[in-house]
């Protein structure tokens, strides 16, 4: 005959029961923190050669992004911007249709801001750019200010203008914040560097104020100067007469 089991010997196997459940219990959530604390995998930096290789038509602005090193300076700077960069790469295609000698009387310098006028210090989607007010600045800048460009957009079509060179962005190469990367058919000319001559600098021939004001007095105590001397002559002329004409009368 079986033995009845005593309420002690029940409370021992309840007992055995709980702390096997609390056992399970603990190795179930410290499985999930490990997996919660596990780290996934490291999304792979930006490369904006890449994407410019891969489009297989930008080799002119690989060359100048690299010699003026604007492109390593926008890849250390994705890591820390908060609203990304927008890239508007010109083809190969646009860097020959310039006029000869273009980019080799450029300097060094006057070449980074070109590079720097193609880099917009924000992402722009293209529904973005239909909300963007102008100007709209650019990572250049000069002896005026921020360089600039005027953004419109309508039907799904984004046009840029320099006040130099109109043109519009034809596709998207990359698109994902923080970077974005368009193509273009022209190459965009800041108007400091390339707009009419008299919008930035004084024309040939025109006087300086400061030589006109000068001559000014110094021509007004030129006359007064002559002016002194034909009296000093009249009064010397007169006063010689006078004194003939008293002598003569003592004479008579």
Do not use: C
Not at 45 to 53: A, D, F, M, Q, S
């Amino acid at each position: 005959m079986a033995s009845l089991q005593t309420p002690s010997s029940l409370l021992s196997l309840l007992l055995i029961q709980f702390l096997l459940l609390l056992i399970n219990q603990h190795h179930l959530t410290h499985a999930a923190t490990d997996a919660a604390a596990a780290p996934g995998p490291t999304p792979a930096p930006l490369n904006l050669t890449g994407i410019l290789v891969k489009g297989s038509q930008y080799s002119t602005f690989l060359r100048l992004l690299k010699e003026t090193q604007v492109g390593e300076q926008i890849i250390k700077e994705l890591d820390d911007t908060v609203e990304g960069f927008t890239i508007l790469a010109p083809t190969d295609n646009a860097f020959s249709n310039l006029k000869t000698g273009t980019l080799n009387k450029l300097s060094m310098q006057d070449q980074s801001g070109l590079v720097l006028y193609h880099v917009l210090p924000k992402y722009y989607s293209f529904v973005t750019f239909e909300t963007t007010s102008n100007p709209v600045r650019t990572q250049a800048s000069g002896n005026n200010g921020v360089y600039t460009v005027n953004v419109t957009s309508a039907r799904n079509q984004v046009n840029v203008s320099t006040g130099v060179v109109d043109t519009s962005i034809t596709n998207a190469l990359y698109s994902e914040f923080p970077l974005a990367v368009y193509s273009l058919d022209k190459v965009l000319l800041p108007y400091d560097l390339f707009g009419p001559k008299s919008a930035v600098s004084k024309p040939r021939g025109t006087p300086d104020n400061s030589t006109s004001t000068a001559a000014g007095p110094s021509s007004e105590a030129d006359s007064s100067s002559s002016s002194a001397v034909v009296f000093t002559a009249r009064n010397l002329v007169w006063g010689s007469l006078v004194g003939f004409a008293v002598l003569m009368g003592l004479v008579i």
